[in-house]
Structure formats: structure tokens, C-alpha cells
């Protein structure tokens, strides 16, 4: 979607035509823009966020979207 986004944008598309044709949001289609003009770089870049408390490969994480264990209320 991103190199898709980046191409229609340079073949001069409206970021609202981008977004309808791309199904996301004006502002999606702005913000992945602007960030290839500032860095060159339209992949996800490293951050300093405090780390996923359960990552998509722990188990707890896996048995609550397999619908194995359901949370309590």
C-alpha cells in the first residue's frame, strides 16, 4: 500500500483520491508522504516506545486471539 500510495502521489493524484483508491484515510496518505520526503524512507523506522507488554509470538498473546482462554470480565 505504501509503494502504491508514493507512486499515485507522483503521477500527481489528490491525497483524497490516493486514500479512496487505497481504502484509508486522507491523513494515512499525508503523513506516508511527507514521511518519504523527510527521510527518503517509507518503512516503519525504530522508536523509543515502551516494548508490546505480550508480542504476537508469546503465548498468551496467541491463546487470547485463538480464542483459547478468554479474559476475564
Do not use: F, Y
Not at 520526503?37 to 516503519?44: L, M, N, S
Not at 508480542?55 to 483459547?68: A, I, L, S, W
Request: charged content about 20%; overall charge positive.
Amino acid at each position: 500500500m505504501r509503494t502504491r500510495a508514493l507512486s499515485l502521489h507522483q503521477q500527481g493524484w489528490s491525497w483524497t483520491k490516493i486514500a479512496t483508491e487505497l481504502g484509508c484515510h486522507r491523513t494515512t496518505v499525508m503523513r506516508l508522504v511527507h514521511k518519504w520526503q523527510q527521510t527518503g524512507c517509507i518503512a516503519d523506522l525504530p522508536h523509543r516506545r515502551r516494548p508490546r507488554a505480550l508480542t504476537p509470538h508469546h503465548p498468551q498473546h496467541q491463546q487470547v486471539h485463538n480464542g483459547e482462554d478468554q479474559p476475564l470480565p
